[in-house]
């Protein structure tokens, strides 16, 4: 029989928790207790107040926050219970807030996965779908594959970074995060691995936008997306881009996923020839943020694999993207629980359907401010970028950065359009200083650099 807890030491955790109104994390309950506690009798002892229901919990493993009955944390952002839920989402969330031993154990059901059929199975009914398209319509449907994530990049880049991480528990602010990929500046007092997941999901997105002619629901996009959001993250490096070989588990659920590596890479195959096979760019979207992480199909970083996955189709179509903004961590995390052991979507949908109109009417007022973009840089985009980066660099000065821009200009740009190119290179040049010189992907001290060559010459 195991030895009672003293009550006085369950005082001492519960009066800890009382000392962060807004949740407190178990590395917060251990800096205001003052006798040290082992970190898994701490867990233990946590887990016994909140099954007495003197403590409540939002959120799962690191993400994890501790508070008073009746004075439930709020999300990242501060706000609860601001998604609209349907009758059948109420009745998921329920069901998985149910202590871990009241819930059923279940294995992975190939059935949710072969039941689904392209274009005659919904998960999204057509009123929705329709809703949908309209709110994500920004009126660039007849250019390029994805010309609309481009011309919302900067934006984007840190909404969907931050919010996919912070949707992990990684505790960056929003204002970390945008140093982070503006300056590549770390915030003090946070783990490295926390600033790693945001470069990685930086490097992510850039690669969804800079391939969209090319991206699909293919084994090169999807493999290369989980590449780059695993990136030094796994304690595998070989891991890294690979389908698993290794039994995982699911913290905090009663799911057990799919062991035998042939049968994963069975489902996997099926479950990208499903989705291409979607014509509807949402359904296709919400068929991924659902069925993927259910598969389980890498050894972890598969919800971010999704969440990023889901935006291929919209990115594809120039819609707007979905970048998560102000999604409840806990709502996001019992959503994925109801998928898991119950292959009920409706939880998952709520979260979605509201998720994307946030999305949708974020990047409509960030669009129209600011205003309509030149399409001559448009189209050239990528070449101005790169030939001002490579200048900075280099680093050359006035005089070695014209003859390469003449260089370039006659070798890649049609020549009733180079005069045109040359100008505008020359005028970003130009305009260059400290506050924007990171959307060319160049480091404080290589601009350093730069600046004093050109200065000076």
Excluded at 253 to 260: G, K, V, W
Excluded at 279 to 296: H, K, N, R, S, T
Aim: charged residues 25%; proline residues 6%; aromatic residues 8%.
């Amino acid at each position: 029989m195991a030895r009672p807890i003293p009550e006085a030491e369950l005082e001492a955790i519960t009066a800890a928790v009382a000392a962060h109104p807004d949740g407190a994390s178990i590395a917060q309950i251990e800096e205001v207790l003052a006798a040290p506690v082992a970190r898994r009798t701490l867990q233990y002892r946590l887990r016994v107040l909140v099954d007495a229901g003197r403590l409540g919990v939002t959120g799962e493993n690191r993400a994890a926050r501790y508070h008073l009955p009746g004075k439930a944390a709020p999300d990242h952002n501060g706000q609860a219970d601001i998604v609209p839920l349907s009758q059948e989402g109420q009745a998921a969330l329920a069901y998985v807030r149910q202590p871990i031993e009241a819930r059923r154990p279940v294995g992975y059901d190939r059935a949710f996965l072969d039941g689904y059929r392209p274009n005659a199975s919904f998960y999204l009914t057509e009123a929705q779908r329709a809703h949908l398209t309209g709110l994500g319509k920004p009126g660039v449907e007849a250019a390029p594959a994805g010309t609309y994530a481009k011309q919302i990049l900067g934006r984007l880049l840190i909404d969907l970074a931050w919010n996919s991480s912070r949707l992990e528990g990684n505790t960056y602010s929003l204002l970390d995060t945008r140093r982070l990929i503006d300056f590549g500046e770390a915030a003090e007092g946070h783990a490295q691995r926390e600033a790693q997941m945001i470069l990685n999901h930086k490097d992510a997105i850039e690669f969804l936008i800079a391939s969209a002619d090319e991206i699909g629901f293919n084994r090169y996009t999807i493999l290369n997306l989980h590449a780059l959001l695993a990136n030094n993250l796994l304690a595998d490096p070989a891991a890294v881009g690979r389908l698993r070989h290794i039994i995982v588990g699911i913290d905090g659920s009663t799911f057990h996923p799919l062991e035998i590596p042939g049968l994963i890479e069975e489902c996997f195959d099926q479950l990208l020839a499903t989705a291409t096979a979607i014509e509807d760019p949402f359904e296709q979207a919400f068929f991924v943020m659902a069925q993927l992480p259910y598969l389980q199909p890498f050894d972890d970083v598969n919800k971010r694999v999704s969440r990023l996955a889901a935006n291929i189709p919209l990115i594809r179509a120039n819609l707007a993207p979905l970048s998560f903004t102000d999604v409840p961590g806990d709502l996001y995390t019992r959503a994925m629980l109801a998928v898991y052991e119950l292959n009920d979507i409706s939880l998952l949908r709520d979260v979605f359907l509201w998720a994307y109109e946030r999305s949708a009417q974020r990047y409509a007022a960030v669009r129209q401010s600011l205003g309509e973009p030149d399409p001559f840089r448009l189209r050239y985009r990528e070449p101005l970028r790169d030939i001002v980066r490579d200048i900075m660099r280099a680093p050359m000065d006035r005089k070695q950065a014209r003859a390469h821009l003449v260089a370039v200009a006659a070798e890649l740009i049609p020549a009733e359009d180079r005069e045109h190119f040359i100008d505008i290179a020359e005028t970003e040049l130009l305009g260059l200083h400290e506050g924007n010189f990171a959307r060319y992907q160049v480091r404080p001290s290589e601009f350093a650099a730069w600046r004093v060559v050109w200065d000076t010459k």
